[in-house]
């Protein structure tokens, strides 16, 4: 009886520590994943301050000491309405990747989209967004993107004399005329696909 009692508790023993090395084996890779995010929106962060550099525009970048991955969120951070975020959208259209920056009040209009692009609007994952357009979810920003990345631009930032499109972080925006947009964006191209929310 006793012996049976041993084992048992030796087997509960064994299973804790198991349990344990699990807990901790995925706490530490929440850990590393969150850490890789880290560094990869830092180097995004510097991937476009170094694009802006041509139009000494660098210094412009705001970063902030809270998030700033939604619209709400970043209009909190800047200081402004939320209309005025420029929040970038990231698509697969014919199998590349389709940057659509549009006024932070404004959602996808399927009709218009697929008027104007030919296709259901299918937006991109988080890990093709990192992967195709270079930036993570949150700092996704029409500047210092991948080779190949068609860039199209909302007729519903046109009311507005600036905006604010993030720069590269979760944590970062900068505020641009809508030439600068098209100038730092290395886009003319002016779409009507979306709608108020």
Not at 16 to 22: E, L, N, T
Not at 54 to 80: D, H, K, N, Y
Not at 138 to 156: A, Q
Not at 181 to 190: A, C, I, P
Request: glycine share 6%.
């Amino acid at each position: 009886m006793r012996e049976r009692r041993y084992r048992q508790k030796m087997q509960e023993t064994e299973q804790a520590w198991a349990v344990s090395a699990v807990d901790a084996a995925g706490a530490a890779h929440v850990k590393i994943r969150q850490y890789c995010k880290g560094q990869e929106e830092k180097m995004a962060i510097e991937v476009v301050r170094e694009y802006l550099k041509q139009w000494g525009a660098q210094q412009r970048i705001l970063e902030f000491p809270v998030s700033s991955a939604t619209v709400e969120l970043a209009a909190q951070a800047v200081g402004c309405e939320p209309a005025r975020i420029a929040k970038t959208l990231s698509f697969l259209v014919d199998d590349h990747a389709v940057l659509v920056v549009a006024a932070g009040d404004q959602k996808v209009d399927n009709g218009k989209y697929k008027a104007f692009f030919h296709t259901k609007a299918k937006m991109l994952s988080a890990d093709q967004v990192t992967e195709l357009i270079g930036h993570a979810v949150g700092g996704v920003c029409p500047f210092g993107v991948k080779d190949g990345v068609e860039i199209y631009l909302d007729e519903s930032l046109k009311r507005f004399e600036t905006v604010f499109p993030a720069a590269g972080s979760s944590n970062s925006a900068i505020e641009v005329t809508m030439e600068e947009l098209e100038q730092f964006s290395g886009s003319d191209k002016w779409v009507d696909v979306c709608k108020m929310k």
